[in-house]
């Protein structure tokens, strides 16, 4: 206790950690789970939309389906290289799960992981065609400015460093994905195919907020390396949602 509790107390008072040196096994245990969850994430939801990239109606669509695949996996393997410095197998990461893999349609998982990976739970589910994967997309990546923005803050100063760096790319995959809503939803066919989707989808990514109440918010909240409760982040997706389908008619 008394090698941990001056870390954690100058953690509390926002202080940050920069060399893998400084950290205590607790803090390295939750620091690495945090960023396994990301680039595992990022990894699957590349290789799931990969396979949409076909589905694309037009050659923009494909292009800018072809973008996020391409930042995606750039993005996890920025966050891989610091995982790196603290001893993981980067080598043989990135093809040690079969990422692309994912449950039945119907499956009912809650935010349970599943398998040997820590992707977000909402990564296990398939997408089905073009406007399926729009709409998952949209609600994903209004969710993950969302997290992104709350990991930007975390305690680890070089992690939080490259959060920041990719912030903007990840902004832009919800924009090219709103820009593909909007123009899916222009058709009576289009609008009812989406609002479907959008049934799905909705109650799958707010799951991957966690629970309100969460006990290991606390202990990550103690460590630095979380800042703003789930409920409070899950609010903010709930009412960016709401707006971003009633400006497009889709509530």
Do not use: C
């Not at 707010?206 to 969460?214: D, E, P």
Request: hydrophobic content about 45%; cysteine-free; aromatic content about 8%.
């Amino acid at each position: 206790m008394s090698d941990t509790m001056p870390i954690e107390e100058y953690l509390l008072k926002g202080g940050v950690l920069t060399s893998p040196d400084n950290v205590t096994p607790r803090y390295r245990g939750e620091l690495l789970r945090l960023m396994a969850s990301f680039v595992d994430s990022e990894l699957a939801g590349a290789a799931g939309f990969a396979d949409t990239i076909n589905d694309a109606p037009g050659i923009k669509e494909r292009i800018a389906s072809a973008k996020i695949v391409l930042e995606k996996t750039d993005h996890a393997g920025r966050v891989l290289e610091i995982m790196g410095s603290f001893g993981a197998d980067t080598g043989r990461y990135a093809v040690h799960h079969p990422w692309d893999a994912r449950l039945e349609r119907d499956a009912d998982i809650g935010a349970a992981r599943q398998g040997g990976d820590m992707r977000l739970s909402v990564f296990h589910y398939p997408l089905h065609g073009w406007i399926d994967a729009v709409v998952m997309n949209v609600l994903m990546g209004i969710a993950s400015t969302i997290q992104l923005r709350e990991l930007a803050r975390v305690s680890y100063q070089p992690l939080a460093e490259v959060f920041r760096a990719i912030l903007p790319s990840e902004a832009h995959h919800t924009e090219l994905g709103i820009e593909g809503l909007k123009k899916i939803a222009e058709t009576e066919d289009g609008a009812t195919a989406a609002r479907k989707a959008i049934a799905y989808w909705r109650p799958r990514v707010a799951a991957s907020f966690g629970l309100s109440g969460s006990a290991r918010y606390e202990t990550l909240a103690r460590f630095g390396l979380r800042h703003t409760p789930n409920e409070t982040l899950l609010s903010e997706w709930q009412a960016t949602v709401d707006a971003q389908l009633a400006a497009r008619n889709l509530n």
